[in-house]
Nanobody, 123 residues
Framework: QVQLVESGGGSVQAGGSLRLSCAAS????????MAWFRQAPGQEREFVGA???????YYVDSVKGRFTISRDNAKDTVNLQMNSLIPEDTAVYYC?????????????????WGQGTQVTVSS
């Protein structure tokens, strides 16, 4: 039932920051596990991080300490703050959602997907 729309992508220099947003409609994001995935050219879509209903989070090691997921309940939006960006972060970033309580790290764990937003990090 939930529809997801990502925004906030763009081009930045290495070391810079971007803040991505995932707006949910047709349902409240708090009722879902919300995740971020990314897909670089020629690569498979990979898990980045996720937030569960209790606001607990889990991140892949390559972004831990640099990326932070948060909720804005008033806007029913989930954000991905990306700091200290490196060229390897270049990818299309996708917001995903699943019913349930447990964070999954696989693409097929998630039922609902946004359209993606491009992030490009130049050296």
């Amino acid at each position: 039932q939930v529809q997801l729309v990502e925004s906030g992508g763009g081009s930045v220099q290495a070391g810079g920051s971007l803040r991505l947003s995932c707006a949910a409609s047709g349902g409240r994001s708090i009722a879902y596990v919300m995740a971020w995935f990314r897909q670089a050219p020629g690569q498979e879509r990979e898990f980045v991080g996720a937030m569960a209903r209790d606001d607990s989070t889990y991140y892949v090691d390559s972004v831990k300490g640099r990326f932070t997921i948060s909720r804005d309940n008033a806007k029913d939006t989930v954000n991905l703050q990306m700091n200290s960006l490196i060229p390897e972060d270049t990818a299309v970033y996708y917001c995903a959602a699943r019913g349930g309580y447990i964070i999954g790290t696989r693409r097929d764990n998630y039922e609902f997907w946004g359209q993606g937003t491009q992030v490009t990090v130049s050296s």
